[in-house]
């Protein structure tokens, strides 16, 4: 064992190999082609929180009590007041109450917060 680890020595002084690191997902790259084109027209892109409150993701949406989304089969409850964003019209909600000027409003949610 000993006369074989002897031979099999790596000089670690060498240059390395280059290593792939992979690559952008297309999916990602298709995403910034549109944030860039609505950016150039004037548009914002907005983020907003993961985790939000019943509030922001029915409530100011205009979904009533009894509607369907709000089934604990469609909407993941964190607790009985927070859940994971159900859809990213949450975030309008979030960027018109942010509106004190009461300007128009031209954005894009187009992804989950990073």
């Known amino acids: 064992m000993a006369k074989k680890l002897e031979s099999e020595k790596i000089d670690i ?7 792939n690191t992979g690559s952008k997902h297309p999916v990602n ?10 950016v150039s027209m004037g548009y914002t892109v907005e983020e907003g929180p993961e985790l939000e409150t019943d509030k922001f993701c029915f409530e100011l949406l205009n979904l009533p009590q009894g509607h369907p989304a709000r089934d604990m089969q469609d909407s993941f409850y964190i607790t009985e007041e927070y859940l994971l964003r159900t859809q990213t ?6 960027t018109m109450l942010a509106n004190e ?8 949610c187009p992804r989950k917060n990073i």
Do not use: G, Y
Not at 13 to 19: A, E, F, Q, V, Y
Not at 89 to 94: C, D, G, L, P, R
């Open 101 to 108: 000027e009461k300007t128009p409003i031209r954005m894009i």
């Open 13 to 19: 002084t060498l240059p390395s190999t280059k290593i």
């Open 29 to 38: 790259s298709v995403i910034e082609d549109i944030e860039d084109l609505f």
């Open 89 to 94: 019209s949450a975030v309008q909600a979030h």
